[in-house]
């Protein structure tokens, strides 16, 4: 299943607990997300996005050392990978989402 955020398209998705990201990896966002709601009408809601480019990265240590107090709720993390030549794109992306997040406080995604 895929989700869709301002356009952009995520993967996923996969378990929080297993997900690493690796250097020679393309650069991608990887978003937080949890599920709420009954089973049968779920809604999707972004907690959290990282870019992630440059540096190996394992989620759960990740947000050990940031100390993210909205990994509670989350269940799932969503990626979106970028051609090697996209970083523009991929800072551009990141920001919107950012600045969304930051402003709106819940985002629901579509799926």
Do not use: H, W
Not at 27 to 55: C, H, M, Q, R, T
Not at 65 to 85: A, G
Request: with cysteine; hydrophobic share 35%; charged share 30%.
């Amino acid at each position: 299943m895929s989700l869709k955020l301002f356009n952009i398209l995520f993967f996923g998705p996969i378990d929080l607990n297993t997900y690493e990201y690796k250097k020679n990896k393309k650069p991608s966002l990887i978003i937080l997300v949890s599920k709420e709601g009954k089973n049968y009408n779920p809604s999707f809601v972004l907690k959290y996005v990282i870019k992630a480019n440059k540096e190996n990265l394992n989620i759960c240590e990740y947000i050990n050392k940031k100390n993210v107090k909205i990994i509670i709720n989350i269940t799932s993390v969503y990626v979106k990978e970028y051609k090697y030549d996209s970083e523009k794109l991929l800072d551009d992306d990141y920001e919107l989402i950012k600045r969304n997040l930051d402003l709106k406080k819940k985002i629901i995604m579509q799926f």
